[in-house]
């Protein structure tokens, strides 16, 4: 492997671009005609332009991503996080091709991308999964009623084709439910191509706790700990850390053994995510999902245990074995990451796109990392996520990595864009995210509180 073509665009294209190069690879970055002069597009070795704006007509073009490895002589395709990341189709197609796919096999991410199926593949596994229904399609509800009792109120009415909590809705009384199933059915077709929906116990007082897996392909792997993710709008995670504060030892080695379990069942290979919905009031935890590439939120676990896993994850499509084995990989201190948003907080955190006339950052310090994909002068456009950079703090104790967290957002300068900023310095400072009380429910308690 030489050249890696990097599907994908902004800070995780950035990223990409920088281990490629330490591992003395070549970078192919694509772009929209959006993206012309974009960060990724001036960091990459060559450049190739795959469409107009819309993401359907370039990031998602399946064809021209792969036309574009062909005109550079690409021998690899790295998906990122996104767009086509976990699309088991393309996968395959990149396979077929003749390039080496930098992601697990297409099987797998079919297999966990369709949500019910991932469910029934985790309780083969021997991972507990929360009581859920049979998947229903569009027009064809009956025994809709029937299920919904049978798992208990509140519950959850989730996409089978989709993640990333798009389209999920909560329902609290049976009057509500079928006006939930046929609004999550509408955003999934739209989102997802595929409508199909299933129900799910809704745990209150939950916490998002995720497990970050690599697997060598042939039923072996090991785990990089744990990572929360609780504080989340939309149910999209803005504030995550690793390890997970005050979850109980046993609860924490439970959940390393159930995602190796998963990871030796499926024969994964690469790098993964095993995410858990964990109850505090019981102290369980039940399978959510697996996420079938790069988190987003990747850094934090580099930061407490000084691994590169994109590194990893090409050196695992080179044909190389695992680098570490379990016992020699260490935790040490702790780690927190916040995303910037182009968005208003104070309209439910819709987005806010324009241009970047000053973007100021602090200088380079230790224990501190930020990843973005724009400069001064850029364009936050509506195209895509409004994403502006990942500041991720590392301090020898959870209290020291938020205070310093917290001190960079405050030094972060950027202008005129409205931006998340404020409030997540607002949520840092804030008694139930210092005292270690947050559940899923948290940004939605918080901003109401704080109106």
């Given at each position: 492997?030489?050249?890696?073509?990097?599907?994908?665009?902004?800070?995780?294209?950035?990223?990409?671009?920088e281990s490629c190069?330490?591992a003395?690879?070549?970078?192919?970055?694509?772009c929209?005609?959006?993206?012309?002069?974009?960060?990724?597009?001036?960091?990459?070795?060559?450049?190739?332009?795959?469409?107009?704006?819309?993401?359907?007509?370039?990031?998602?073009?399946?064809?021209?991503?792969l036309?574009?490895?062909?005109?550079?002589r690409?021998?690899?395709?790295?998906?990122?996080?996104?767009f086509?990341?976990?699309?088991?189709?393309?996968?395959?197609?990149?396979?077929?091709?003749?390039?080496?796919?930098?992601?697990?096999?297409?099987?797998?991410?079919?297999?966990m991308g369709d949500?019910?199926?991932?469910?029934?593949?985790?309780?083969?596994?021997?991972v507990?999964?929360?009581p859920?229904?049979?998947?229903f399609?569009?027009?064809?509800?009956?025994?809709?009623?029937?299920?919904?009792?049978?798992?208990?109120?509140?519950?959850l009415?989730?996409?089978?084709g989709?993640?990333?909590?798009?389209?999920?809705?909560?329902?609290?009384?049976p009057?509500?439910?079928?006006?939930?199933?046929?609004?999550?059915?509408?955003m999934?077709?739209?989102?997802?191509?595929?409508?199909?929906i299933?129900?799910?116990?809704?745990?209150?007082?939950?916490?998002?706790?995720?497990?970050?897996?690599f697997?060598?392909?042939?039923?072996?792997?090991?785990?990089?700990?744990?990572?929360?993710?609780?504080?989340?709008?939309r149910?999209?995670?803005i504030?995550?850390?690793a390890?997970?504060?005050?979850?109980?030892?046993?609860?924490?080695?439970?959940?390393?053994?159930a995602?190796?379990?998963?990871?030796?069942?499926?024969?994964?290979?690469?790098?993964?995510?095993?995410?858990?919905?964990y109850?505090?009031?019981?102290?369980?935890?039940?399978?959510?999902?697996?996420?079938?590439?790069?988190q987003?939120?990747?850094?934090?676990?580099?930061?407490?245990?000084?691994?590169?896993?994109?590194?990893?994850?090409?050196a695992?499509a080179?044909g190389?074995?695992?680098p570490?084995?379990?016992e020699t990989?260490?935790?040490?201190?702790?780690?927190?990451e916040?995303r910037?948003y182009?968005?208003?907080?104070?309209?439910?955190?819709?987005?806010?796109?324009?241009?970047?006339?000053?973007?100021?950052l602090?200088?380079?310090?230790?224990?501190?990392?930020?990843?973005?994909?724009?400069?001064?002068?850029?364009?936050v456009?509506?195209?895509?996520?409004?994403?502006?950079?990942?500041?991720?703090?590392?301090?020898?104790?959870?209290?020291?990595?938020?205070?310093?967290?917290?001190?960079?957002?405050?030094?972060?300068?950027?202008?005129?864009?409205?931006?998340?900023?404020s409030?997540?310095?607002?949520?840092?400072?804030?008694?139930?995210?210092?005292?270690?009380?947050?559940?899923?429910?948290?940004?939605?308690?918080?901003?109401l509180?704080?109106?």
């Amino acid at each position: 492997m030489k050249k890696v073509l990097i599907a994908n665009r902004g800070e995780i294209a950035c990223r990409i671009i920088e281990s490629c190069r330490s591992a003395g690879l070549s970078s192919v970055a694509v772009c929209s005609e959006a993206d012309a002069s974009a960060r990724h597009v001036e960091l990459a070795d060559e450049v190739v332009c795959i469409g107009p704006p819309p993401a359907k007509e370039s990031y998602l073009n399946g064809d021209a991503i792969l036309a574009a490895a062909r005109s550079t002589r690409a021998d690899s395709v790295h998906p990122g996080y996104g767009f086509l990341a976990e699309n088991a189709s393309f996968a395959q197609r990149v396979h077929d091709t003749g390039l080496a796919w930098i992601g697990p096999d297409p099987k797998v991410i079919a297999d966990m991308g369709d949500k019910e199926r991932a469910r029934d593949i985790a309780a083969a596994a021997g991972v507990p999964v929360l009581p859920g229904s049979p998947r229903f399609r569009p027009g064809l509800l009956d025994g809709l009623e029937e299920q919904a009792a049978e798992i208990g109120y509140p519950l959850l009415v989730k996409a089978a084709g989709g993640g990333g909590g798009i389209g999920m809705q909560r329902v609290d009384t049976p009057e509500k439910l079928r006006r939930a199933v046929e609004a999550t059915q509408s955003m999934a077709e739209k989102v997802f191509g595929d409508g199909t929906i299933y129900l799910e116990r809704c745990i209150d007082r939950a916490r998002h706790i995720e497990v970050q897996v690599f697997g060598d392909g042939a039923g072996h792997g090991v785990h990089l700990f744990d990572r929360d993710c609780s504080v989340q709008r939309r149910y999209q995670k803005i504030i995550e850390e690793a390890p997970a504060p005050a979850l109980p030892d046993q609860v924490r080695r439970s959940l390393f053994d159930a995602a190796l379990a998963l990871v030796h069942h499926t024969r994964y290979k690469g790098a993964g995510t095993v995410e858990f919905v964990y109850d505090r009031d019981t102290e369980q935890a039940f399978f959510l999902e697996m996420n079938t590439r790069l988190q987003v939120e990747h850094p934090v676990t580099e930061m407490v245990t000084g691994i590169d896993i994109v590194r990893w994850q090409l050196a695992a499509a080179a044909g190389e074995s695992l680098p570490l084995h379990q016992e020699t990989i260490a935790l040490n201190g702790h780690a927190v990451e916040a995303r910037i948003y182009a968005e208003k907080p104070e309209k439910n955190f819709m987005p806010a796109p324009g241009r970047i006339d000053r973007f100021d950052l602090p200088r380079p310090r230790n224990g501190i990392r930020i990843d973005t994909g724009v400069r001064a002068g850029d364009e936050v456009t509506p195209f895509y996520d409004p994403l502006i950079a990942k500041i991720i703090a590392l301090g020898d104790t959870r209290q020291a990595a938020i205070n310093k967290l917290e001190s960079t957002l405050e030094e972060i300068v950027i202008e005129p864009l409205r931006t998340n900023r404020s409030f997540l310095i607002d949520v840092l400072q804030s008694n139930a995210f210092n005292t270690e009380e947050v559940t899923t429910d948290f940004v939605k308690i918080f901003t109401l509180n704080s109106a």
